[in-house]
């Protein structure tokens, strides 16, 4: 009797267990979530619409209608380097006409540093928070998807016409590359330099068509091309468009989805000759702890803008700062005396 009981409790407790995994699953799965397009979602996140601004306010900047609208897409990241990386992207892109900026940022929140960085340029822009799902947290995940499939659908939802190009928060990019993808009928290809291990990946083009393509890591892709290598006409861009969560794999399933055919490509920089766009990569900054009494350094008025700026490379995520763990810091005085910080307080 004693044995039928616990029998009863451990499956009662297996039940219940399941039953609790199951609901687990599920809302991963996104079928508990509110979102309905599960084609697009498949994983429960939530995606804000931070802002939108479809006003070009640059000053030095002649727009003319007849040009068609540059829709640039661009992932980002939280690190001590976003900003730095979308201030110098900003830069190049505050210098096209007809372009709309297309910013999402991997992380919950609308970040101020983000938003502050876009109202400055001018530019129309869309600002949108698209973090990844978390079963993407680990090593080599699909790295800027969950941005890029948000931006997509806001391009399906609010945009009919102009012209699509993805770009990512570290490349560079010549001011030539917008003159010529500006004009994309349907899928235009271009070389980008410093891409895997031949240095550069480009379609190869014969009599003015694509004929094959030239990238390090062919990979069974029928388009072995890179993200920054190929722009789209709104237009063209289908209702079964779709980049899946497939590291290595986004340009090529994407490329597919739209039901591009070789033959239409249209080959851009001299017949793929030139290089107008680059796969750069920043060094990455580990973000070092500093050991400083911050609210001590505060009651000192000569240290007012010193303890700002500390407050300020905090904010942009260089440093810590640590009233009791970190590395010492010094401040240099008359060229040659340095004193701790802890001496002077
Ligand atoms: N990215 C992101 N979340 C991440 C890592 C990367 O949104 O966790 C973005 C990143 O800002 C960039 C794009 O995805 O615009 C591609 O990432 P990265 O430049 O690191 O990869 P790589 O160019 O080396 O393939
Ligand atoms: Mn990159």
Known sequence: ????????????????????????????????SIQTDSR??????????????FNDERPHITNSTSLKMIYYVTPTYPRPEQVPELTRLAHTLM?????HWIV????????????SVLRRTGLPYTHISSPKPFIYK????????????????????????????????????DLRLFDELRNTKK???????????????????????????????PASRTFPVDMAGFAVNIEFLKETANMPFIAGHEEDRFLVSLDLKVEDIEPLAANCTKVL????????????????????????????????????TSRLGMAEVNAEAGIKSYVTRNRKTSETLADIL
């Open 1 to 32: 009797m004693k044995l039928f009981k616990l029998f009863k409790n451990t499956f009662a407790m297996a039940v219940f267990l399941s039953a609790i995994w199951l609901l687990f699953t599920w809302s991963n799965l996104g079928m508990l």
């Open 40 to 53: 697009s979602i498949p994983v429960a996140v939530k995606n804000k619409l931070c802002n939108v601004n």
């Open 95 to 99: 210098h096209v006409p007809r372009i």
């Open 104 to 115: 999402a940022d991997d992380q919950p929140l609308c970040s101020d540093q983000v938003s």
């Open 138 to 173: 680990s090593t080599n995940f699909p790295r800027g998807v969950a941005n890029r499939r948000v931006a997509l659908n806001w391009l399906q939802e609010n945009v009919a016409e102009g012209v699509l190009y993805f770009g990512d928060d570290d490349n560079t990019v």
């Open 187 to 217: 899928v235009s290809m271009f070389p980008v330099g410093l891409i895997g291990e031949y240095g550069v990946s480009s379609p190869i083009v014969k009599d003015g068509k694509v004929v094959g393509f030239f990238d390090s890591w």
């Open 277 to 312: 766009v680059w796969h750069t990569k920043t060094v990455k900054h580990k973000k070092p702890t500093l050991k400083i009494n911050i609210n001590k350094l505060n009651t000192i008025s000569k240290y007012q803008n010193f303890v700002n700026l500390l407050k300020e």
